[in-house]
């Protein structure tokens, strides 16, 4: 099956910090590429789609500013936390699909971001 | 947009029975997968089902698409399949890509 993989695994960052995760296809180009968060005991909440050399379009009251998305090759996307706050904390999940259509996702294995 | 609910929301099973999870939708759909969140946090594709029925082994699950439901089946249980059960869906031709989460089922198997 097709994988993706993300890094870090886990980051711990001080307020006020930025920080930058990747999500990686590691054996399909990625047409579109998604950044997912999920609180603990809770759903996945999709914060943004991105597709390769376009900009990303984010979902309802999620701050772009803030969410910076890099989807600069069929292969890598980039999340970036700026300016991260204690209420960022979360479980950050990236996930990446080929072709044009409504195709099969493909899971990172998250990253665990703490913010103290 | 797509409501996604799924039922029981909490199953606790002895080792070696048999279950069936649930997921209803609201709205027509071309897009609807089955994952498995083990404890680490990792989704692991189980189905790709917008419709038809598909097995995997001790998996199998059937989607109804007109009567907007599916159904993943977990035979003889093993400890190994405790952890959440995600249904997702999407249509195309409305949402792009994008996929809707149910709340998932938390399966937790007993030795």
């Known amino acids: 099956g097709a994988v993706v993989s993300q890094h870090p695994s886990w980051v711990i960052c001080k307020s006020g910090t930025s920080v930058k995760i990747e999500c990686r296809s590691l054996d399909f180009q990625a047409t579109t590429m998604f950044w997912y968060r999920q609180f603990p005991k809770q759903s996945l909440m999709l914060m943004a789609t991105?597709?390769?050399?376009?900009?990303?379009?984010?979902e309802q009251g999620v701050e772009k500013d803030k969410f910076l998305i890099n989807h600069a090759s069929l292969t890598l996307s980039t999340l970036t936390v700026t300016s991260a706050h204690p209420e960022d904390s979360s479980f950050y999940i990236c996930?990446?699909?080929?072709?044009?259509?409504?195709?099969?996702?493909?899971f990172g294995p998250g990253t665990r971001l703490t913010v103290t | 947009g797509i409501q996604v609910e799924q039922s029981p929301p909490d199953l606790i099973l002895q080792e070696g029975a048999n279950s069936t999870l649930r997921c209803n939708f609201s709205d027509s759909v071309n897009n609807l997968q089955w994952f498995h969140q083990n404890p680490w946090g990792q989704l692991i594709n189980l189905f790709y089902?917008?419709?038809g029925t598909k097995q995997n082994g001790r998996l199998s699950a059937t989607t109804v698409a007109t009567e907007r439901y599916s159904l993943l089946y977990i035979s003889s249980s093993q400890t190994t399949d405790s952890g959440v059960y995600f249904c997702a869906v999407g249509l195309w031709e409305t949402s792009g890509s994008r996929l809707t989460f149910g709340e998932g089922t938390q399966l937790t198997v007993n030795p």
């Open positions: 089902i917008p419709s």
């Open positions: 996930s990446a699909k080929g072709g044009a259509g409504p195709y099969e996702q493909y």
């Open positions: 991105s597709n390769e050399g376009s900009k990303a379009t984010y």
